[in-house]
């Protein structure tokens, strides 16, 4: 039974005339009469009583209309949807994020996918770090991950996001934490708070290298995985910490962003496989690279503390429904 037959039947149950039917579908009668003749041998079983009076449907006919709009129907959804997946506004896409990105540019992405993209499903999963995102694209768990420039990664092709500067998060009570602007030596001696050392950490080789520029290393570190521990820990009093400077818009009560007088930079960029990728992905790509584009710097947000964000726990797992 051919799509086309089924549409045929459905026109002259309604239209009752082969004439009128043959019109609508801007067919030939003989042709209409010659499919519909076809579908009753397939299925066994005449579809219409005819007469040179009138056409009626038969019981069989009656009950295949249902039939027949469901096929039509279950057609037309299909025909959507391979079009919504071949123009990439329909998909299944997992998105990881570095930490310090999990804060200010996964909650963009998501309200803009879910607003302009509704019928792309994403997983997205936070406060990762940069070898467990390149390893997940190479291994398919990421579609797309966000995360600190490093060392190259075969498989991994990245677009640079944004260059944004280094600050420092002291404890509110540190004698330094009312200062308009410090330089990086003047931690000095401070136990340092810091992402793990591990191939391919971007954030623990930077903090490091910059302390060197700077004439000295950290007597102690204190490691921990999560951006958001790391502000915790610092608030605490266990030490100091460099990040980056979109981490600001985690507001923590005991802790404080001070400006480095040093231009110390990071680079933040968008990793995907080489091959392989879908429409769905490109199009959630885009929108990654249009909300970091729209990204306001935390130093300038105005003093009533427009655009913070409030903390909230490290993000394991977060999933905008289809």
Known sequence: MELRQVRYFLTLAEECHFGRAAARLNVAQPALSQQIKQLERELGTPLFDRSTR???????????????RTLLSEAERARVHMTELATGR?????????????????????????????????????ELLTPQ???????????????????????????????EPLVAVLPAHHPLASAGQISLGSLAGEPFVIHPAQARSAMYDRVLSACRRAGFRPPSLVEVS??????????????????????????????????????ETIDLVLGRRALRNSPSVQQVASVIE?????????????????????????????????
């Open 226 to 263: 999560e951006t958001a521990t790391l502000v915790v820990l610092v608030a605490a009093g266990h030490g100091v910490a460099l990040v980056p400077e979109s981490v600001q818009s985690l507001r923590l009560d005991g802790a404080t962003y001070v400006p480095l007088a040093e231009t």
């Open 133 to 163: 995102l390149t390893d997940g694209l190479l291994d398919g768990t990421y579609d797309l991950a966000v995360f600190r420039s490093g060392a190259d990664t075969e498989g991994v092709s990245s677009t640079p996001l944004r260059t």
């Open 54 to 68: 009138h056409v009626e449907l038969t019981e069989a006919g009656r009950h295949l209309i249902g039939y027949a």
């Open 90 to 126: 329909a998909g299944h896409v997992s998105v990881g994020f570095i930490g310090t990105a999990t804060y200010d540019v996964l909650p963009r992405v998501a309200r803009t996918v879910r607003a302009r993209l509704p019928r792309i499903t994403l997983d997205l999963r936070g």
């Open 290 to 322: 249009e909300c970091v584009n729209a990204y306001v710097s935390p130093s300038r947000h105005t003093s009533d503390g427009a655009g913070a964000v409030a903390f909230r726990p490290p993000v394991g797992h977060s999933r905008t429904p289809p």
